[in-house]
């Protein structure tokens, strides 16, 4: 999606691109691959939306801040979120970043639109930080920045 609706409008694309081969057939060893890629040193800048449920990266609610980059059952909130992008696509499993690299990230860009999402930028922003909101570790990052539109920042401004 990334990809489609943002990198392709760009007159002059970012240098390196790290990301995940959704159509890999071996989809552990996928995850591992991109790990040993990123390295220690981890990402210059990672790029993510948050879902409807507070998941980051599809790091679904319940997710430790020191995931790794896995293989992940979706909850079906998510499954349904992602026939709004895809109407043939209702998909269980898909690989994540783990928590551990987008914390890692030297900064880290949340993009927030649509008042359906306003509800749960509000909770990313003020409910406890943890596990039950994936997206509330964003605020222990010392360079996130939230682009929210209007609607979606309805409830926090």
Do not use: Q
Request: overall charge negative; glycine content about 8%; aromatic content about 4%.
């Amino acid at each position: 999606m990334i990809e489609r609706d943002l990198l392709a409008s760009l007159s002059r694309p970012p240098g390196t691109l790290h990301h995940l081969d959704v159509a890999s057939s071996d989809l552990e060893a996928e995850c591992a691959r991109f790990d040993s890629i990123i390295g220690d040193g981890g990402l210059g800048l990672t790029l993510l939306g948050v879902g409807g449920n507070g998941h980051l990266g599809l790091n679904e609610p319940g997710t430790a801040a020191d995931s790794p980059t896995r293989v992940v059952d979706l909850s079906p909130a998510t499954t349904t979120a992602a026939s709004r992008y895809d109407s043939d696509a209702r998909p269980k499993r898909r690989m994540t970043i783990g928590m551990r690299r987008i914390l890692e990230s030297e900064e880290i860009w949340l993009l927030v639109t649509g008042s359906h999402k306003a509800e749960i930028l509000d909770r990313v922003l003020s409910a406890p930080i943890g596990p039950s909101v994936p997206a509330s570790y964003l605020r222990n990052h010392p360079h996130t920045t939230i682009f929210a539109d209007e609607s979606a920042a309805a409830t926090t401004l």
